[in-house]
Structure formats: C-alpha cells, structure tokens
C-alpha cells in the first residue's frame, strides 16, 4: 500500500482547503439539509461536519494498513488484497467528478468509494464467518458521508463500488485455506488490538442516529 503517497496527497488537499474554503462552504449548506434520522451535537453541527469529513478523509491510508495488517493476520491477503488496491486507486486515478469538486471536496467522494469498498469487504467477512474484520458498524459513517457528497453523485459511486465488487466477485478468496479455519478457531481475538485505537467515525464527531 502507497500510504505515504495517499497522506501526501492529503496534505496538500488540506494546504487547498486552508486557500479556497471549499469543503467548509459546501459543509455550510448541507448541515441545513440533513435527514431528520442524523442528530448532530446541537452546539456544534458544522464543527461536527467538519471534524466528521477531514477524519472520513485522513482515515483512508490508515484504514488501507489496518486492513492489510488484518487480511495477514487472518490468512485472507489474496481475498482482501485486490480490494484495497482498488480503494488505493480510487486516490492515485480519481474517477471523472463534477468540475467544482477540488481538494478536499474532491477527496471527501473518492474517500466515500473507499469507505464504501471497506463497507463491503466487511460485510462478506461477516457472512463468511459471521463476526467483523472490522469491529464496528460502518453504516452511519457511510450514510452520513452519502449526504455531504451529495445524493445523485453518492448513488453514482455506489453503483461504481457495486460493479467494481461484482467483478472481482469471480476471484473471490472463498475463505478454504487451512491457515484461515485455523485463525478463526483459535486466534481471532487478535484483530482486538489491531483496531483498539480506533474510534467509531460518526460518533467521534458527535453525529449519532436520531431517537424518536
């Protein structure tokens, strides 16, 4: 994983937005247009938006190393590994976006790709074995990042991780080896301290679920 290039790209999205406000413009007008479903800390809502998206964004390398780190502790690198590569290139080779979308806003969409891909590759780990690579709920993180990216462009890269996902379904690992049975008999606590310093996404921003 090139996540020294992803941080790097990063950086100087960051040195953009610090410019042209871009991302902090767009958070300005979404926050009056969010669902009634998402509660945000009512003292704060932009903050939360903005803390929400530069973590949703500077995550990205850091959830690429997590995740290989657990795809070879578990023995499932060949199932996880073209997946990743995939949520990598996302960054390196943008898909075409909407001209107005630079810096930061341009990497808050390529991030909800990757995030999306992440999403994926979870959920068939959890059905091939039925507990987490990922020992959290990434749905709300994902819900909240589809309405800051916007709900026409959002449902185009879904469409885009669904079609990248069904491709590469013909290759899937089918999690058989002997190593793999042999870690989820008996090691699999050890994916414990791999993500133990990493908080949940949504709720480290303050962004919860609406009670009714």
Known sequence: MRVSTLRSIIDNAIIHETKTQLLHRHLQSTVKTLPSHLSLQQDSELESLEKFAHQYISH???????????????????????????AEEYFLSPPSLPNDHMGLMALMDESYLAHRLFEE????????????LIPWDMTLANVVAHQLVGEELANQLDERVHLTVNKMMSAEHKYESVRFKKYVEQEQGNLTTIWQDWPCLSKASGIEWALY
Not at 60 to 86: N, R, T, Y
Not at 121 to 132: C, E, H, K, T, W
């Open 60 to 86: 990205v390398p850091e959830f690429l190393q997590a995740l290989k780190e657990a795809a070879q502790v578990s023995g499932i690198e060949d199932h996880v590994f073209p997946f990743l590569k995939v």
């Open 121 to 132: 590759v979870n959920d068939r780990y959890i059905s091939a074995v039925g507990l987490p």
